[in-house]
């Protein structure tokens, strides 16, 4: 499984982004799907998770912010960002997940920059 993140950037607090991610190779195998982040210096967290099914899942500090979408017939997977805090800079990656054997697969990363 590859996965192709994109759609990060630069942006003023309060203002908003959309992170996409792009599966291909052995999709079948993929059941869940997310986003973590990584801040300097700190650990990689999840941020949003979501099922096959659509079930979904968020960090509390993102709750109301930002929402996770799916489109299985594309394979891909959105991060729609809103009202975005200085807090949220971060490197966002792209997760799946395999289903049979819990392997995480991951994207290459995106840089996040919010300015105050």
């Known amino acids: 499984v590859q996965l192709q993140a994109s759609g990060g950037g630069l942006v003023q607090a309060g203002g908003s982004l959309r992170l996409s991610c792009a599966a291909s190779?052995?999709?079948?195998?993929?059941?869940?799907m997310g986003w973590y982040r990584q801040a300097p210096g700190k650990q990689r967290v999840l941020v949003a998770g979501?099922?096959?099914?659509?079930?979904?899942d968020y960090a509390d500090s993102v709750k109301g912010r930002f929402t996770i979408s799916r489109d299985n017939a594309k394979n891909t997977v959105y991060l729609q960002m809103n009202r975005l805090k200085p807090e949220d800079t971060a490197v966002y990656y792209c997760?799946?997940?395999?289903?049979?054997?819990?392997?995480?697969?991951w994207g290459q990363g995106t840089q996040v920059t919010v300015s105050s």
């Open positions: 979501i099922t096959r099914g659509g079930n979904t």
């Open positions: 190779g052995s999709i079948a195998s993929i059941s869940g």
């Open positions: 997760n799946a997940r395999n289903w049979a054997t819990d392997y995480n697969y």
